[in-house]
């Protein structure tokens, strides 16, 4: 979904998409799955730049990092973005654009090259930054149960252990 940020009066704008919006069907898919998300920007012109300001709310599964086990976890991500319109610089210019961000109610900044943003585009990045580095159990005790079960519960051998290594069990290795 492509918007002219040089179209948005000086009030801005407000746009609020959920997984029925037409402009943002499958976008999500890679990231969230089928779940619902709910995502409210505000758009705002300052001077030459925009600021962005909004969140993203959905849920996404991933694989506890402590106990290995599938867990579905809540995604709330606050965007506070500052949009740069600029035109690209020639190879030969050394501009760092990285920036240590310690402060997070701080706005990051992104650069482009054209009034035309990809909104759809943006919201994806931002999304994907609220993913957790380290995914945990949401519920302490259930991962520290999974992490001792082989202690805890005398199980058969076939059952003990992570699901996933069940597929290692018959493998072979031979050696040269």
Avoid: W
């Avoid at 994907?128 to 991962?143: I, N």
């Amino acid at each position: 979904m492509l918007i002219d940020l040089q179209s948005i009066d000086e009030n801005g704008k407000d746009y609020n998409f959920d997984e029925l919006s037409d402009e943002l069907v499958g976008a999500f898919n890679d990231l969230v799955g089928e779940a619902p998300f709910k995502v409210q920007l505000h758009v705002q012109p300052m001077g030459n730049t925009y600021l962005v300001n909004g969140s993203v709310h959905s849920e996404y599964s991933a694989v506890c990092s402590k106990c290995g086990y599938d867990v579905d976890l809540p995604l709330d991500n606050k965007i506070n973005e500052i949009v740069v319109i600029e035109k690209e610089r020639p190879r030969n210019t050394q501009v760092s654009q990285s920036q240590q961000n310690f402060d997070a109610s701080s706005p990051a900044v992104t650069y482009v090259n054209s009034s035309t943003f990809d909104l759809r585009e943006f919201l994806h990045e931002m999304m994907a930054s609220g993913f957790s580095l380290y995914p945990k159990c949401t519920d302490e005790t259930l991962c520290d149960s999974r992490q001792h079960k082989d202690v805890l519960i005398a199980a058969p051998e076939e059952k003990r252990g992570h699901p996933g290594f069940a597929a290692l069990k018959d493998l072979k290795v031979s050696k040269h």
